[in-house]
């Protein structure tokens, strides 16, 4: 019996429907049934073909929740929990990094590794059912799996999916302290995750820019304070609005989650001299802005920092962080639309032309 699989063949091609062979479970390889994965920014990247050396065809889904079907000589999660069939559990989509390289052992920055691999995005769908839009995943010896905690639905997790993680490491890279005033720019699921996780941190204020309008009432019901609109705030209206509220210094904190390079020099004037700027919303080439090294950058003594993907420690603190505070963390309102697999490609267009805000796909639908 196959695995039936979405198959993105080549971009901007339609999505295809594979039947793909079951693995053999290798000793300390897991097999999944899939109980959801999502589609994430970067599957429309990689659908309009905007990342470097992906070797289509693929299975796209990077972050997903499964139930194990077998585990052979994998008794414990990455945690040390105990593992057993049936368990839902999700895992670190980065595997296969080398632990040899200089990123790995001196920089300390294993998700620059160029031996790293990603599910759902450098696998071939030759190589296995290695992503999570397809029926099950094989979970290669040593990929890191983490069995949800107790008190979340695979709906908490996966309603945040890829974002929830990125989100959160994107506050954790900013330092912010308890009291700042917070500007996100984006309302997406990264965006929205880097609010509530900005307010769980202790912000005095979170204030989050984006469009439209569903997106906005989800920032606030995560967390946000102040909610600025694009389509009804103009540029001046937004500034004018967090000088407002921090008495015309300027946020403390900006995380830029939108993805449009036009939000970073507007960022960069909203941010207060001595500020912390976090672009985490480019992970492809949309192009580039003009910026003044002198008001933006020297005079303004702002810290500008890159955040690239996650890391472990990044999956496993925002998971304990939701399990404790899932009530104000409701994720799961995030989901905008469940897709089987032969509906990929309407949610890959949903999710592009922000009809939803996460789109899950279901192989079960
Ligand atoms: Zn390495
Ligand atoms: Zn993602």
């Given at each position: ?112 590794c ?19 839009w ?74 989050v ?8 009432s ?74 003044n ?22 999956i ?7 399990a ?39 192989p079960?639908?």
């Amino acid at each position: 019996m196959g695995i039936r699989a979405a198959v993105m063949v080549e971009p901007r091609a339609s999505i295809a429907l594979w039947e793909i062979d079951d693995p053999v479970v290798e000793e300390g390889g897991i097999l999944l049934e899939t109980v959801a994965s999502e589609v994430c920014g970067t599957d429309v990247h990689l659908h309009h073909g905007r990342l470097d050396g992906v070797p289509y065809p693929i299975i796209p889904g990077h972050v997903s929740v499964g139930r194990i079907l077998e585990a052979r000589g994998v008794d414990r999660d990455a945690l040390g929990e105990a593992l057993h069939p049936g368990d839902v559990v999700t895992f670190y989509d980065v595997h296969e990094v080398c632990n040899a390289c200089y990123h790995c052992t001196v920089a300390n920055q294993p998700n620059r590794c160029p031996k790293r691999r990603v599910y759902g995005i450098t696998y071939s769908a030759q190589d296995g059912p290695l992503g999570g839009w397809a029926e099950r995943i094989y979970l290669r010896p040593g990929v890191r799996v983490l069995k949800l905690p107790e008190r979340l639905t695979a709906d908490d997790v996966i309603g945040g999916g890829c974002g929830l993680f990125t989100g959160f490491a994107a506050v954790e890279r900013s330092d912010l302290c308890m009291g700042d005033t917070v500007v996100v720019q984006g309302a997406g699921p990264v965006g929205l995750a880097a609010a509530a996780f900005a307010q769980l941190r202790g912000a005095g204020a979170v204030v989050v820019i984006g469009a439209p309008a569903t997106r906005l009432s989800l920032a606030r019901e995560l967390g946000a304070d102040l909610v600025l609109s694009l389509e009804e705030h103009p540029l001046d209206a937004r500034a004018d609005a967090v000088r407002g509220v921090t008495q015309g210094r300027g946020a403390d904190v900006i995380i830029e989650a939108s993805g449009n390079p036009a939000a970073i020099s507007e960022g960069l004037n909203l941010l207060r001299d001595g500020g912390t700027y976090v672009v985490g919303g480019h992970y492809t080439d949309t192009g580039t802005v003009q910026i003044n090294p002198h008001t933006h950058i020297n005079r303004r003594h702002a810290d500008i920092l890159g955040q690239w993907g996650t890391d472990f420690r990044h999956i496993v603190r925002a998971l304990h962080m939701l399990a404790r505070h899932r009530e104000k963390l409701p994720f799961h309102k995030v989901i905008g639309a469940r897709y089987g697999l032969d509906e990929a490609d309407r949610a890959l267009d949903d999710v592009a032309n922000l009809r939803v805000t996460k789109a899950i796909i279901d192989p079960k639908l």
